[in-house]
């Protein structure tokens, strides 16, 4: 079992698991954005046919994983396990929207780092002989975390300029033990990490410590560099967060180059649809992964991402009580040769 470890916290993987379908589904706002060309679905309202903003975000998992499915020609008795999870209490957009599938489901919380969670455990799952082919998959919804997290839409409250917009996403990314790539070769696990940040409008300060503390573990554990990848892309940090694990790294004496970049700074054009600091919620990564990133990596745009979304581990109740947020990240290096 050992000789899959490298390092303290990475794990590379004997036989990579192959990403051999994926899709995403996206809002309005996402639509309009500078990715919109890049989703296999948009909706035109933020109920996606539905009656509740809950159940609308079911629906776009049903509909990710639907369209994975169908892209790769598959039934659902053909997944052998589904991960996936969201922001809402006890997970009922993945478990609501998901039941119908009957297939064996391990439901995650990871906020907006589930994509990496699922995507790792599916991975090391296939990898360990466990399971020939699963699905890794999240979603969020912005009325759905406005009503739970902040305050209900129509109430209209004012946004200060460090917080992010929490897309209406979802992503669904389909594993097998064999196939043409890309392939998931390395995993390292987040810790948590705290650094005091009380203020829930400026999520990307308290993700950003989680961030460099997983990227600096896997450069470190790999004996790699940021320069060894095309892209290493963390998950919804936003303009601050992601300004925070720069100069983390510069402090090391390690320069992020352009190859640097965050999915809550590409889903959205932030000066004209008024997004301030950027994109999050677990869609957010989710539908950039899944549309965008994976399908520039089929078309030759790039051969090595390391993908590192993060999540702010916060509810409702621990802020009303006064904690802090701890944050998260969990990395995954998907290549296009093994």
Same mark, same amino acid.
């Given at each position: ?101 009957? =297939? ?5 919380? @990871? %906020? ?8 790792? /455990? &599916? #991975? ?72 005091? =940040? ?5 999520? @990307? %300060? ?8 997983? /990227? &600096? #573990? ?121």
């Amino acid at each position: 079992m050992n000789n899959k470890r490298v390092g303290r916290r990475t794990v590379a993987l004997s036989h990579p698991p192959s990403v051999i379908s994926f899709a995403n589904i996206g809002g309005k706002q996402e639509k309009e954005g500078p990715l919109g060309k890049f989703f296999d679905e948009t909706g035109d309202d933020s109920f996606f046919g539905e009656k509740t903003w809950e159940k609308a975000e079911s629906a776009m998992q049903k509909k990710a994983l639907q369209r994975a499915l169908d892209k790769a020609r598959l039934k659902p008795k053909d997944l052998d396990y589904i991960f996936a999870g969201d922001l809402l209490n006890q997970c009922i957009g993945s478990s609501f929207g998901l039941r119908e599938f009957n =297939i064996p489901f391990y439901g995650l919380y @990871g %906020a907006c780092s589930t994509m990496g969670e699922s995507l790792s /455990l &599916a #991975a090391l799952l296939i990898d360990g002989g466990y399971a020939r082919r699963c699905a890794a998959m999240t979603s969020s919804h912005f009325c759905t975390a406005e009503r739970q997290y902040r305050m209900p839409v129509p109430y209209g409250s004012q946004r200060p300029p460090t917080a992010q917009w929490t897309a209406t996403a979802a992503g669904c990314t389909i594993l097998d033990a064999e196939g043409k790539g890309p392939y998931i070769t390395h995993v390292t696990c987040g810790k948590i990490v705290d650094r005091g =940040i009380t203020d829930g409008n400026n999520m @990307g %300060a308290a993700m950003a410590p989680a961030a460099y503390d997983t /990227l &600096a #573990a896997f450069f470190r554990d790999t004996e790699t560099t940021p320069a060894d990848y095309d892209l290493v892309i963390t998950g919804d940090l936003g303009e601050l967060g992601h300004a925070i694990v720069r100069d983390f790294f510069e402090k090391d004496g390690v320069t992020l180059g352009d190859n640097f970049l965050d999915c809550g700074l590409l889903l959205y054009n932030r000066e004209k649809q008024d997004m301030h600091a950027g994109a999050s919620g677990c869609g957010c990564s989710a539908s950039v992964l899944n549309g965008y990133l994976l399908g520039g990596m089929l078309e030759g745009k790039w051969k090595r991402i390391l993908f590192a979304p993060t999540g702010a581990l916060l509810s409702p109740t621990s802020s009303f009580q006064g904690e802090s947020i701890p944050g998260i990240c969990h990395a995954v290096c998907i290549s296009t040769t093994k």
